[in-house]
């Protein structure tokens, strides 16, 4: 059908070729009524879920971050700006997060590229696939388990054992930053690959060859053209895993040895330790602030650095 | 791996304890993954050992075929679970948790679903006032025997004559040195901190909780374990702070650290410290001699337990003595009841870790209610956490 023909065809239907008040015309109306309520009720599940499972817990996180603790803890009802005015207690928190997302999220970036390139470009056809589920795989099994497992690794009869028996003794890989950025990129590294393997994927490769018939050396054509028409994908993978990052807990309790704090390991600590609802509350609602803008950023940029084209990033 | 950390562990109960290792003291349960993962859920479901004397209460209710009791790790010897499945149907789900706080704070959030927990003397007032717990109903407590509890560490179940909880075992909160790789012979606080920034430098861990970490780091200046006063809790977290670059970890979750040898030093409840010195002698427990922390750690019945048959029967057959002298064999925590100190093996009773000396218990200190709710202290343990 072509694009003319369809933009008149809802004129023709409702006025001109039937004559008004026909029975096609409460047809018409009819079949558009269904239509409309067919469409509400196909959104109703998802619009049900996500006003139970996310604008109502909203709502009473927001409730709670103007409240204030009670004396055991918990919440009591108040209206108080005094939770935002406390922000700052976490100031370090905040700030340990804000650096570990994005050195994480780009240390998971510079391990995954290579991988996405190499499976997009030049694995052999027959062996993609199977790679591809190589990549995917590990994540059927939960991250707790996986981190659980790097504690073994890491730990004194793991690695350090190992170079024990060659004469370097006394190494210690568990609960350092080390560590912990391991465990992050290991943990995150599908979230980036898939993306950036997408993006590669869909690479005309013609351009490839018109760089290089141009003249330009294999570098520059990487990062005058591969590079530059797969940054969507690289923004889609790096916002994604940094907005996890944000949050993140476990891998540092874990892998850091609880000396490393961040916003995450606050929050579960006013909620399961302290008991300080109302606070925690307060920065729940910050750090899903900060999550928006962070989004919103990483959008614009790509936008810009991919030449204005539309980027969807999530 | 997991096979490697299980060898030199010859018997089943440490095996079980091996499980709980991974799930361990807080770190996973507090975020509640412990019940996404299933992980949490130890259930006793394989053995059919019988031979413990049927108690006759359960003939009397209907018990249903679940419950679920939170505890603490390596507390219980899992053959009990299952033998109490053999004999009444009911299979006990095992919820292992950190810290008090995070058992207080999952029952004012409802809907917990135990039946039966153990919460330690000093949080049980606070869980009366909040009117989580009940007064338990004695009359479904007949293997309990009041006269044969040693008094010094049952006062706190009971609340204006009433008793709410009844007693498990006691302990002391002291830490354990691997002798092997720090020789030096230590007996206070003061050295214990004091080792951690020179030869235990990158290999001490503290606790991720509240009242120990704060409690022995007043310690240090010989102040109250449960001192709530500005002027100490400065001089603490000025220590806590200084130690901070220096830890290996801030985590109640020590006894793999210690196995591995990736840590020679440790904050550590009696019960952890004789499994540690049982299973690797070089492993020390020491007290401190300024003090420090002893607990009782109580059974009690929340109020919305949603199988409370269940909840007493299990209570009722832990108080069997014959029940009870199992579970300190597998846990190594000194037990309360006379019944069971006159089934425990000699060695067991003349274990200093388990009974240390008069001098050395004297200027212990029982938890007070107060640290448990205290903003300050909850404030000043985040400040330490992440600096």
């Not at chain 2, 409840?269 to 401190?288: F, K, M, S």
Request: aromatic share 10%; with cysteine.
């Amino acid at each position: 059908m072509s694009g003319p023909d369809h933009k008149s065809d809802p004129g023709n239907a409702t006025g001109g070729q039937l004559p008004a008040g026909s029975e096609a015309a409460f047809s018409m109306r009819g079949t558009l009524l269904r239509k409309n309520l067919m469409t509400a009720l196909l959104l109703a599940p998802a619009t049900l879920w996500l006003v139970v499972f996310l604008v109502l817990p909203f709502v009473a996180i927001a409730i709670f971050s103007v409240g204030e603790r009670a004396p055991e803890g918990g919440y009591q009802a108040a209206f108080t700006l005094a939770q935002y005015a406390n922000l700052p207690a976490r100031a370090t928190a905040f700030w340990n997060t804000m650096v570990l997302a994005p050195v994480g999220a780009f240390a998971c970036l510079l391990v995954a590229y290579p991988v996405a390139y190499y499976l997009a470009l030049r694995a052999p056809e027959r062996w993609r696939l199977i790679l591809l589920a190589l990549v995917v795989i590990p994540f059927w099994t939960s991250l707790l388990m996986r981190t659980y497992a790097w504690m073994y690794v890491l730990g004194g009869r793991g690695i350090p054992a190992l170079l024990a028996y060659v004469g370097i003794e006394d190494v210690r890989l568990i609960n350092t930053p080390g560590a912990v950025l391991l465990g992050i990129v290991y943990g995150y590294l599908p979230l980036m690959i898939l993306p950036i393997y997408v993006s590669l994927e869909r690479l005309d490769r013609r351009l490839l060859e018109a760089s290089a018939d141009l003249g330009a050396t294999p570098l520059s054509t990487f990062f005058g053209v591969t590079l530059r028409l797969s940054l969507p994908g690289v923004m889609t993978g790096f916002s994604l895993v940094m907005i996890l990052l944000l949050g993140e807990y476990l891998i540092p309790t874990l892998l850091g040895g609880g000396k490393v704090f961040f916003i995450g390991n606050a929050l579960v600590d006013l909620f399961l330790q302290s008991r300080n609802w109302p606070f925690g509350s307060a920065i729940a609602i910050t750090l899903v602030l900060v999550s928006v803008v962070v989004l919103i950023a990483a959008n614009r940029i790509s936008a810009r650095l991919s030449g204005a084209r539309r980027v969807d990033l999530i | 791996m997991s096979k490697s950390y299980r060898d030199g562990l010859p018997i089943s109960p440490e095996k079980f304890v091996d499980q709980l290792m991974r799930l361990k003291r807080g770190s996973i349960s507090r975020r509640d993954f412990l019940g996404l993962t299933g992980l949490g859920v130890a259930t006793a479901v394989m053995a059919r050992e019988l031979g413990i004397m049927p108690t006759p209460a359960f003939a009397a209710e209907n018990l249903g075929d679940r419950m679920s009791i939170a505890t603490w790790p390596n507390y219980h010897d899992p053959q009990t679970f299952e033998n109490f499945k053999a004999e009444t149907g009911v299979a006990v789900e095992v919820n292992v948790f950190g810290s008090n706080e995070e058992m207080l704070a999952k029952l004012q959030a409802g809907g917990s679903g135990w039946s039966l927990f153990v919460p330690t003397n000093y949080t049980i007032s606070t869980y009366k006032k909040l009117g989580i717990i009940e007064p338990l109903d004695m009359a479904k407590l007949g293997n309990f025997d009041a006269s044969k509890e040693d008094a010094r560490f049952t006062a706190e179940g009971t609340i204006d004559g009433t008793i709410y909880a009844v007693p498990k075992n006691w302990g002391t909160t002291g830490f354990a040195v691997n002798t092997k790789k720090l020789a030096k012979p230590m007996s206070s606080w003061k050295e214990f901190w004091d080792t951690a920034m020179a030869e235990g430098d990158g290999r001490t861990m503290v606790h991720d909780y509240q009242l120990t970490t704060i409690g022995n780091a007043l310690k240090y200046y010989g102040y109250s374990f449960n001192s709530l006063k500005q002027d100490e809790l400065a001089k603490a977290e000025e220590l806590l702070l200084k130690v901070k670059p220096h830890l290996f970890a801030v985590s109640s979750d020590y006894q793999p650290s210690m196995r591995a040898g990736d840590a020679w030093m440790t904050m550590c409840w009696t019960n952890d410290g004789a499994q540690l010195h049982r299973d690797i002698p070089e492993i020390a427990y020491v007290l401190g001699k300024e003090g420090g922390e002893i607990w009782t750690d109580f059974y009690a019945i929340p109020k919305d337990a949603p199988n409370k048959p269940a909840g007493y029967a299990l209570l009722n057959y832990l108080m069997n003595p014959k029940v009870a002298v199992k579970e300190h064999l597998a846990n190594g925590a000194p037990s309360i009841d006379a019944r069971v100190n006159a089934l425990l093996p000699k060695e067991v009773m003349d274990n200093p870790i388990l009974y240390p000396a008069a001098d050395l218990l004297k200027p212990l200190e029982f938890g007070a209610a107060a640290t448990l709710t205290d903003p300050g202290r909850a404030e000043l343990m985040a400040r330490f956490k992440s600096a």
